[in-house]
Protein backbone atom coordinates (compact mmCIF):
# COMPACT_ATOMS: atom_id res chain seq x y z
CA UNK A 1 0.00 0.00 0.00
CA UNK A 2 2.43 2.48 1.21
CA UNK A 3 4.66 1.89 -2.34
CA UNK A 4 1.55 1.87 -4.52
CA UNK A 5 0.88 5.53 -2.52
CA UNK A 6 4.35 6.81 -3.60
CA UNK A 7 3.78 5.40 -7.29
CA UNK A 8 0.69 6.42 -7.68
CA UNK A 9 1.88 10.09 -6.61
CA UNK A 10 -0.72 10.40 -4.45
CA UNK A 11 1.97 10.16 -0.90
CA UNK A 12 5.20 12.40 -0.70
CA UNK A 13 8.58 10.95 -0.58
CA UNK A 14 9.60 13.35 2.60
CA UNK A 15 6.94 12.22 4.58
CA UNK A 16 8.14 8.64 4.12
CA UNK A 17 11.26 9.69 5.02
CA UNK A 18 9.52 11.26 7.33
CA UNK A 19 7.98 8.31 8.76
CA UNK A 20 11.10 6.28 9.27
CA UNK A 21 9.86 3.11 6.99
CA UNK A 22 7.13 2.68 9.13
CA UNK A 23 4.13 2.13 6.14
CA UNK A 24 1.33 2.99 9.25
CA UNK A 25 2.84 6.42 9.99
CA UNK A 26 3.26 7.47 6.37
CA UNK A 27 -0.20 5.89 5.02
CA UNK A 28 -1.43 8.33 8.38
CA UNK A 29 0.71 11.42 7.08
CA UNK A 30 -0.68 10.90 3.53
CA UNK A 31 -4.03 11.53 4.73
CA UNK A 32 -3.26 14.05 7.03
CA UNK A 33 -1.93 15.79 4.26
CA UNK A 34 -4.64 15.65 2.02
CA UNK A 35 -6.88 16.77 4.49
CA UNK A 36 -4.51 19.51 5.14
CA UNK A 37 -4.81 21.83 2.44
CA UNK A 38 -8.25 22.61 3.06
CA UNK A 39 -10.11 25.41 5.04
CA UNK A 40 -10.68 23.52 8.16
CA UNK A 41 -12.58 26.12 10.07
CA UNK A 42 -14.98 25.83 7.26
CA UNK A 43 -15.24 22.15 7.03
CA UNK A 44 -15.65 22.05 11.01
CA UNK A 45 -18.49 24.40 10.79
CA UNK A 46 -20.68 22.04 8.52
CA UNK A 47 -19.13 18.94 10.69
CA UNK A 48 -16.49 17.35 13.38
CA UNK A 49 -15.06 14.56 11.65
CA UNK A 50 -13.18 11.48 12.15
CA UNK A 51 -11.13 10.01 9.27
CA UNK A 52 -10.89 5.96 8.64
CA UNK A 53 -7.69 4.91 6.38
CA UNK A 54 -7.60 1.05 6.91
CA UNK A 55 -9.18 -2.47 6.04
CA UNK A 56 -11.50 -2.36 8.54
CA UNK A 57 -14.80 -0.47 7.26
CA UNK A 58 -15.49 1.22 10.75
CA UNK A 59 -14.01 3.81 12.01
CA UNK A 60 -14.96 2.92 15.84
CA UNK A 61 -15.01 -0.99 15.05
CA UNK A 62 -16.05 -3.65 17.97
CA UNK A 63 -16.96 -6.07 15.21
CA UNK A 64 -15.15 -9.42 14.22
CA UNK A 65 -11.90 -9.34 11.70
CA UNK A 66 -13.08 -12.17 9.41
CA UNK A 67 -14.78 -8.79 7.91
CA UNK A 68 -11.58 -7.22 6.78
CA UNK A 69 -9.79 -8.14 3.43
CA UNK A 70 -6.01 -7.45 3.20
CA UNK A 71 -6.89 -6.54 -0.86
CA UNK A 72 -9.52 -3.65 0.32
CA UNK A 73 -8.41 -0.59 1.66
CA UNK A 74 -11.12 1.88 3.00
CA UNK A 75 -11.61 6.21 2.82
CA UNK A 76 -14.06 6.72 5.54
CA UNK A 77 -15.77 9.79 6.63
CA UNK A 78 -17.75 9.71 10.35
CA UNK A 79 -19.15 12.80 11.63
CA UNK A 80 -18.66 12.95 15.65
CA UNK A 81 -20.94 16.03 16.05
CA UNK A 82 -22.86 17.84 13.15
CA UNK A 83 -24.18 21.30 12.77
CA UNK A 84 -28.19 22.28 11.87
CA UNK A 85 -28.67 24.52 9.47
CA UNK A 86 -32.36 26.66 10.33
CA UNK A 87 -33.75 27.95 7.01
CA UNK A 88 -36.57 30.30 7.54
CA UNK A 89 -34.53 33.57 8.33
CA UNK A 90 -32.23 32.92 5.03
CA UNK A 91 -35.84 32.39 2.79
CA UNK A 92 -37.34 35.91 4.23
CA UNK A 93 -33.77 37.53 3.81
CA UNK A 94 -33.99 36.42 0.31
CA UNK A 95 -37.65 36.78 0.06
CA UNK A 96 -37.11 40.59 0.36
CA UNK A 97 -34.96 40.74 -2.67
CA UNK A 98 -37.56 38.21 -5.30
CA UNK A 99 -40.77 35.92 -4.21
CA UNK A 100 -38.79 33.37 -6.49
CA UNK A 101 -35.12 33.94 -5.16
CA UNK A 102 -35.81 31.54 -1.67
CA UNK A 103 -37.22 28.61 -3.77
CA UNK A 104 -34.13 29.26 -5.96
CA UNK A 105 -31.50 29.14 -3.12
CA UNK A 106 -33.62 25.55 -1.36
CA UNK A 107 -33.23 24.01 -4.86
CA UNK A 108 -29.20 25.10 -5.20
CA UNK A 109 -28.89 23.75 -1.29
CA UNK A 110 -30.46 20.40 -2.21
CA UNK A 111 -28.57 19.65 -5.87
CA UNK A 112 -25.07 21.12 -4.40
CA UNK A 113 -25.35 18.50 -1.45
CA UNK A 114 -27.07 15.80 -2.49
CA UNK A 115 -24.12 13.56 -4.49
CA UNK A 116 -22.09 14.24 -2.01
CA UNK A 117 -22.51 15.28 1.37
CA UNK A 118 -25.32 13.00 3.88
CA UNK A 119 -28.00 15.43 5.41
CA UNK A 120 -31.05 14.91 7.26
CA UNK A 121 -33.89 17.03 5.87
CA UNK A 122 -37.58 16.81 4.71
CA UNK A 123 -37.61 13.63 2.72
CA UNK A 124 -36.64 11.97 6.20
CA UNK A 125 -39.89 12.93 7.79
CA UNK A 126 -42.65 11.13 6.06
CA UNK A 127 -42.76 8.17 7.79
CA UNK A 128 -42.44 10.05 10.91
CA UNK A 129 -45.10 12.33 10.18
CA UNK A 130 -47.56 10.17 9.30
CA UNK A 131 -46.86 7.71 13.06
CA UNK A 132 -47.46 10.92 14.73
CA UNK A 133 -50.62 12.11 12.72
CA UNK A 134 -52.13 8.36 13.50
CA UNK A 135 -51.27 8.88 16.66
CA UNK A 136 -52.80 12.05 17.27
CA UNK A 137 -56.30 10.99 15.26
CA UNK A 138 -56.05 7.75 17.45
CA UNK A 139 -56.17 9.97 20.41
CA UNK A 140 -58.66 12.47 19.21
CA UNK A 141 -61.01 9.73 18.14
CA UNK A 142 -60.83 8.41 21.67
CA UNK A 143 -61.87 11.71 23.47
CA UNK A 144 -58.70 13.11 24.73
CA UNK A 145 -58.49 16.51 25.19
CA UNK A 146 -55.95 19.39 24.72
CA UNK A 147 -54.37 17.69 21.25
CA UNK A 148 -52.17 19.62 19.28
CA UNK A 149 -52.19 18.83 15.65
CA UNK A 150 -48.61 17.63 14.35
CA UNK A 151 -46.95 20.51 12.24
CA UNK A 152 -46.96 19.04 8.50
CA UNK A 153 -43.75 20.25 6.42
CA UNK A 154 -45.44 22.44 4.37
CA UNK A 155 -46.26 24.60 7.75
CA UNK A 156 -42.28 23.63 8.82
CA UNK A 157 -41.30 25.31 5.31
CA UNK A 158 -43.22 28.49 5.58
CA UNK A 159 -44.95 30.08 2.53
CA UNK A 160 -41.76 30.90 0.68
CA UNK A 161 -41.56 27.54 -0.61
CA UNK A 162 -45.31 26.43 -1.47
CA UNK A 163 -45.76 25.39 -5.23
CA UNK A 164 -46.71 28.90 -6.64
CA UNK A 165 -43.29 29.94 -6.37
CA UNK A 166 -41.12 28.10 -9.19
CA UNK A 167 -37.14 28.43 -8.48
CA UNK A 168 -35.87 30.60 -11.23
CA UNK A 169 -33.88 29.67 -14.40
CA UNK A 170 -30.48 30.24 -14.59
CA UNK A 171 -30.45 33.14 -16.97
CA UNK A 172 -33.29 34.94 -14.37
CA UNK A 173 -30.83 33.88 -11.48
CA UNK A 174 -27.83 36.21 -13.17
CA UNK A 175 -30.35 38.86 -13.34
CA UNK A 176 -31.30 38.93 -10.05
CA UNK A 177 -27.74 38.31 -8.43
CA UNK A 178 -26.61 41.57 -11.19
CA UNK A 179 -28.97 43.86 -9.82
CA UNK A 180 -28.01 43.68 -6.09
CA UNK A 181 -25.08 45.15 -4.54
CA UNK A 182 -21.79 43.37 -4.49
CA UNK A 183 -22.07 44.13 -0.90
CA UNK A 184 -25.47 42.51 -0.70
CA UNK A 185 -25.76 39.59 1.71
CA UNK A 186 -28.50 38.28 -0.43
CA UNK A 187 -26.37 38.40 -3.22
CA UNK A 188 -23.40 36.61 -1.24
CA UNK A 189 -25.43 33.83 -0.24
CA UNK A 190 -26.92 33.24 -3.57
CA UNK A 191 -23.06 33.23 -4.97
CA UNK A 192 -22.18 30.92 -2.50
CA UNK A 193 -25.12 28.37 -2.95
CA UNK A 194 -24.28 28.16 -7.07
CA UNK A 195 -20.54 27.77 -5.90
CA UNK A 196 -21.54 24.52 -4.00
CA UNK A 197 -23.96 23.61 -6.40
CA UNK A 198 -20.95 23.77 -9.77
CA UNK A 199 -18.41 22.03 -7.38
CA UNK A 200 -21.20 19.33 -6.80
CA UNK A 201 -21.25 18.56 -10.68
CA UNK A 202 -17.97 18.98 -11.45
CA UNK A 203 -16.92 15.30 -10.14
CA UNK A 204 -19.29 11.93 -10.54
CA UNK A 205 -20.10 10.94 -7.14
CA UNK A 206 -19.21 6.86 -7.69
CA UNK A 207 -21.48 4.79 -5.16
CA UNK A 208 -21.14 1.42 -4.59
CA UNK A 209 -24.12 -0.45 -5.53
CA UNK A 210 -26.60 -1.84 -2.25
CA UNK A 211 -24.96 -5.11 -2.61
CA UNK A 212 -21.62 -4.43 -2.62
CA UNK A 213 -22.52 -1.40 0.42
CA UNK A 214 -24.02 -4.53 2.64
CA UNK A 215 -21.00 -6.29 1.94
CA UNK A 216 -18.84 -3.59 3.24
CA UNK A 217 -21.24 -2.72 6.26
CA UNK A 218 -23.35 -6.45 7.28
CA UNK A 219 -24.11 -4.95 10.48
CA UNK A 220 -24.67 -1.10 9.69
CA UNK A 221 -28.05 -0.17 9.23
CA UNK A 222 -27.57 3.90 9.59
CA UNK A 223 -25.19 6.82 9.56
CA UNK A 224 -24.86 9.84 11.17
CA UNK A 225 -25.59 12.71 8.76
CA UNK A 226 -22.91 15.77 8.86
CA UNK A 227 -25.80 18.11 9.07
CA UNK A 228 -29.64 18.60 9.43
CA UNK A 229 -31.47 20.43 6.93
CA UNK A 230 -34.58 22.60 9.12
CA UNK A 231 -36.41 25.39 8.98
CA UNK A 232 -36.33 26.89 12.33
CA UNK A 233 -35.97 24.75 15.39
CA UNK A 234 -38.73 21.96 16.99
CA UNK A 235 -39.77 21.59 13.31
CA UNK A 236 -40.56 18.17 12.02
CA UNK A 237 -37.37 17.91 10.65
CA UNK A 238 -35.59 18.38 13.87
CA UNK A 239 -38.40 15.88 15.69
CA UNK A 240 -38.10 13.40 13.00
CA UNK A 241 -34.45 13.03 13.78
CA UNK A 242 -34.47 13.30 17.24
CA UNK A 243 -36.66 10.07 16.80
CA UNK A 244 -34.53 8.62 14.63
CA UNK A 245 -31.37 9.85 17.19
CA UNK A 246 -32.46 7.51 19.47
CA UNK A 247 -33.82 4.48 17.52
CA UNK A 248 -30.14 4.74 16.34
CA UNK A 249 -28.57 4.77 19.85
CA UNK A 250 -30.98 2.21 20.95
CA UNK A 251 -31.05 -0.30 18.52
CA UNK A 252 -27.55 -1.40 19.41
CA UNK A 253 -26.88 -1.39 15.56
CA UNK A 254 -22.91 -0.66 13.96
CA UNK A 255 -22.46 3.13 12.52
CA UNK A 256 -21.81 2.99 9.06
CA UNK A 257 -19.80 6.39 7.54
CA UNK A 258 -21.63 9.04 6.20
CA UNK A 259 -19.11 9.38 2.97
CA UNK A 260 -16.76 6.06 1.93
CA UNK A 261 -15.82 4.99 -0.70
CA UNK A 262 -12.78 1.50 -0.84
CA UNK A 263 -10.14 0.34 -3.27
CA UNK A 264 -7.15 -2.26 -3.95
CA UNK A 265 -3.82 -1.42 -2.60
CA UNK A 266 -2.29 -2.84 -5.40
CA UNK A 267 -4.30 -0.97 -8.14
CA UNK A 268 -2.82 2.55 -8.46
CA UNK A 269 -5.38 4.10 -10.81
CA UNK A 270 -8.04 2.90 -7.76
CA UNK A 271 -5.73 4.75 -5.48
CA UNK A 272 -5.91 7.87 -7.51
CA UNK A 273 -9.24 7.50 -7.80
CA UNK A 274 -10.14 7.05 -4.10
CA UNK A 275 -8.15 9.90 -2.71
CA UNK A 276 -9.81 12.31 -5.67
CA UNK A 277 -13.08 11.50 -4.45
CA UNK A 278 -11.67 12.59 -1.02
CA UNK A 279 -9.99 15.52 -1.91
CA UNK A 280 -13.32 16.34 -3.61
CA UNK A 281 -15.78 15.83 -0.13
CA UNK A 282 -13.25 18.06 1.39
CA UNK A 283 -13.99 19.99 -1.08
CA UNK A 284 -17.63 19.90 -0.84
CA UNK A 285 -17.71 20.52 2.74
CA UNK A 286 -15.11 23.72 2.96
CA UNK A 287 -17.70 25.21 0.19
CA UNK A 288 -20.95 24.35 2.36
CA UNK A 289 -18.98 25.82 5.60
CA UNK A 290 -18.56 28.76 3.86
CA UNK A 291 -21.72 29.03 2.58
CA UNK A 292 -22.81 28.20 6.35
CA UNK A 293 -21.13 31.40 7.37
CA UNK A 294 -23.14 33.49 5.72
CA UNK A 295 -26.33 32.47 6.56
CA UNK A 296 -28.37 34.16 9.44
CA UNK A 297 -29.96 31.36 12.42
CA UNK A 298 -27.19 28.58 11.57
CA UNK A 299 -26.08 26.51 14.63
CA UNK A 300 -22.67 25.92 13.16
CA UNK A 301 -20.03 24.16 15.17
CA UNK A 302 -16.69 25.72 16.09
CA UNK A 303 -13.34 24.47 14.64
CA UNK A 304 -11.77 21.39 16.98
CA UNK A 305 -9.07 21.83 18.42
Not at 204 to 217: A, I, T
Not at 275 to 289: P, S, V, Y
Amino acid sequence: MARNLLLAGVGEPEDWARSKGDPVAFMLQTVERTAAGFNRQAIDAVAHTDILFGTSPYISSWHEREYEDPDRVFLAVEATQISIIYLRPTLELLAKTHPRLPATFYRMLFEGMSSWILCYDESACEAFYEWRMESYLEAKESGEDGLEKPQSIANAKGPWLTKRFKPLLSPQIDAAMQSLSTRSPARRILEAGRRLQTLSLARERQRPYCDVWDEYYPNGSFSVPFTILAFHEQDLVCQAFQSDEEDWMNGGDQQSPAFATAFSPNDRDSIIAGFEDLRHFLRMMEALGELLALLPGCDVLEEQR
